[in-house]
């Protein structure tokens, strides 16, 4: 389907755009100056032309596409060698769109129709445009952090590690203190005050 339009609407928009140049470009010549702003109308059709073109070569579609809109743009220029007049007196010659001529047989007579028809039809047959983009495999999922705690020991921070307690210390320390308030530990301990009672 996207052949059979895109081919008689690429050949109205080159025929206005060659037709369109070639008139400018001989009034130019014929008047020995020249205004570029009236090549922006052809120029506009030419160039909406060959992105219809790209669109239609390029995308990734069904090459039916391409295939059918090649030949459809062929097949007038190889009727032309079998009858040429024939051919050119079927196409017609008095369109116009806002005032201005179509010149269909312009494409026709200079070869244009079959240039684009040949570049189609060998789109259609390119390998690598029919072949699926590679697809990416799919990234590592990241490992799951694993907090620390604060005392944990590092690399950069070494454990520190407590001196060990010499046995006995204790009780070191505590024969210390009594010899400090001036007792022995093995004095008898005082008596509570008021719990022995005076004999009678």
Do not use: C, H
Request: proline share 14%; glycine share 8%.
């Amino acid at each position: 389907m996207a052949g059979v339009v895109a081919a008689p609407l690429t050949w109205v928009l080159v025929s206005l755009g060659q037709g369109g140049s070639t008139r400018t470009v001989a009034g130019w010549v014929e008047a020995r100056t020249f205004d570029t702003v009236d090549l922006i109308e052809p120029a506009a059709y030419l160039a909406v032309a060959g992105i219809l073109l790209g669109l239609l070569g390029t995308l990734r579609w069904s090459p039916v596409g391409p295939v059918v809109a090649g030949l459809l743009l062929i097949a007038p220029y190889g009727g032309m060698f079998a009858d040429p007049l024939a051919v050119r007196d079927a196409v017609p010659d008095t369109w116009k769109i806002l005032g201005d001529p179509i010149p269909l047989r312009l494409p026709l007579d200079n070869g244009t129709l079959l240039l684009i028809g040949a570049l189609l039809v060998m789109a259609a047959f390119s390998a690598q445009r029919w072949r699926r983009w590679p697809v990416p495999a799919p990234a590592p999922a990241p490992e799951p952090l694993v907090e620390e705690p604060a005392d944990a020991p590092t690399l950069e921070s070494p454990p520190v590690i407590p001196d060990p307690v010499p046995a006995g210390s204790m009780s070191s320390t505590s024969t210390d203190s009594t010899k400090r308030n001036g007792d022995s530990p093995w004095n008898t301990p005082p008596s509570r005050a008021g719990s022995e009672k005076p004999e009678s």
